[in-house]
């Protein structure tokens, strides 16, 4: 790597971790004498944070909660994209199930957790589907909009060679909507965590959201603050490993976004 490849990787750090650590220090010096138990000083927060989350406590409700995440993202991802695929590519098939698709959008997951637990119990079951029920639509709506726009000369440029069955849809229809299908996954991640929450919140004898309501009710409110804490640093850490995948995976697309910006 250059060092003007170092220079513009420590300049996008640099902007990544500035409102960070301008918001921590505001809170900082906002709650430093508080005396509300409600709202405990930073310190005290900061404090309680490797008391609170030892490695017992990481394996017993951290990691549960990543698991079901990982696997209620994964199913909505798979469903997501073939349905996406299937619906983008036939007309009368989008005609038929745009109707129903958009009644479904519009009910909010969270509102489901009580109809999911009556057919899939208190278990993780119940936690994956709630997980995949709300992840699945941006994937799923995402797909449907790449897959329409993708290049109609593309299409009948790779029909003319002979490019047919799996490898268009390897090669010209994924590739050309996967830009699209990101920014649907990207939307996924962030309501998956959310999902995860709640669905831990509701009938859970572990996890993180699990964890933060017990904390809530017994009144153990700097580890209620580290819960949360900890929540918002697992989306960030979520996120980066996300944009480095995205980043991987589409290497070629935003080669050209870059090649196209350089360009007179």
């Not at 119940?126 to 593309?154: H, Q």
């Not at 009948?156 to 920014?183: C, H, K, M, N, W």
């Amino acid at each position: 790597m250059t060092s003007r490849a170092w220079g513009r990787a420590a300049l996008r750090l640099v902007f990544a971790l500035a409102l960070p650590a301008v918001l921590v220090a505001v809170w900082w010096v906002a709650s430093a004498g508080s005396t509300n138990v409600y709202w405990p000083p930073l310190r005290t927060v900061f404090g309680a944070f490797p008391d609170v989350w030892t490695g017992e406590r990481l394996r017993g409700d951290v990691l549960p909660s990543v698991l079901r995440l990982a696997a209620g993202y994964a199913v909505a991802a798979v469903v997501g994209v073939a349905l996406g695929t299937v619906i983008g590519s036939r007309r009368r098939v989008r005609a038929l199930c745009e109707p129903v698709l958009e009644f479904l959008r519009a009910v909010p997951p969270p509102v489901l957790v009580p109809v999911i637990m009556l057919f899939a119990g208190i278990g993780d079951m119940m936690k994956i589907a709630v997980i995949a029920s709300g992840c699945v639509w941006p994937v799923l709506l995402n797909t449907v909009e790449g897959v329409r726009a993708v290049d109609p000369v593309l299409a009948e440029t790779a029909r003319s060679y002979g490019i047919t069955g799996v490898a268009r849809l390897r090669d010209v229809v994924l590739r050309s909507a996967s830009p699209q299908i990101f920014a649907g996954l990207r939307q996924a991640l962030s309501i998956g965590i959310i999902l995860m929450v709640i669905s831990e919140m509701f009938a859970a004898s572990n996890g993180l959201g699990f964890t933060i309501v017990q904390f809530q009710r017994g009144f153990a409110i700097p580890d209620m603050w580290t819960g949360i804490l900890l929540l918002g640093l697992l989306g960030f850490l979520l996120s980066v490993l996300f944009r480095l995948a995205e980043r991987r995976v589409l290497g070629w697309y935003h080669g050209l976004r870059e090649s196209g910006r350089r360009s007179p």
